[in-house]
């Protein structure tokens, strides 16, 4: 069996962070009373980092059925991203910086998707079909908002889908960074119902081939780290919304590093 630390190496969560956590279903208070929180999100953090099937858990950890549910109340009731959320201020905090962002940065990935079925479509412009992600991160890379669907839709309409779904949220965000594929509808949309300025980043120039411009390094970096997740390797999610949650959870999973 994995050493537990591994994938859960620190019991911050138990004494703040989860005191967030609001799951009232029957079925997840009998599986508290009988397996420790712990032992669930570290079975969790085992799926996501070794990009198993649930049915495949290890038996010295909690049945996958218990891991399961524990999963979808996560999910349903939105627990993973305030999770998230409150991870994300204590990083930081402890980095020196405000809790609320001043700027951020926007940037989209296509992955493939598996037989499992669910929404999917082909992106003509990189040869993919699958999923989309979308995420707008903070100048750490921490996300600030996720947002998953086909890869068939416009790029430019998943970030007002991802935009908007920050609107609001982030009243210190005054300032937008993203790559040259938006167009300037998007550009005088956010200006209007956001409030920000969203400014287009473009490569050097005399730079040739693939180049990444300022800022934007910063999203492909996070890109990266998810990428070191066998189950974000791919899409193998049925919905979604799961597709989501499983990168909060990831992105969970890094912070807690970080804060240990």
Known sequence: ????????????????????????????????????????????????????????????????????????????????????????????????????????????????????????GSDGWKQVHGRQRHLLVDLMGLPLTVVVHAANIADCTGATVVLKKGNGVWTRLPWVWADGSDTGALIQWVKDPCGWVLELLTPRPGVKGFAVGPQVWVVERTFGWLGRYRRLSQDDERLTETSETMLYAAMVRLMVKRLA
């Open 1 to 120: 069996m994995p050493n537990g630390n591994t994938f859960f190496p620190c019991k911050k969560l138990q004494s703040c962070s989860f005191a967030a956590l609001h799951i009232t279903s029957r079925r997840q208070r009998e599986a508290d009373a009988k397996h420790r929180r712990r032992e669930i999100l570290t079975a969790l953090f085992y799926v996501v980092r070794r990009g198993c099937a649930w049915r495949l858990l290890p038996h010295d950890f909690p049945p996958w059925k218990t891991v399961y549910h524990s999963f979808l109340c996560l999910r349903i009731d939105g627990t993973m991203e305030r999770l998230h959320a409150a991870l994300r201020t204590e990083v930081r905090q402890k980095a020196g910086r405000e809790p609320q962002p001043s700027g951020a940065i926007r940037d989209s990935q296509s992955v493939q998707t598996t037989s499992t079925g669910g929404e999917r």
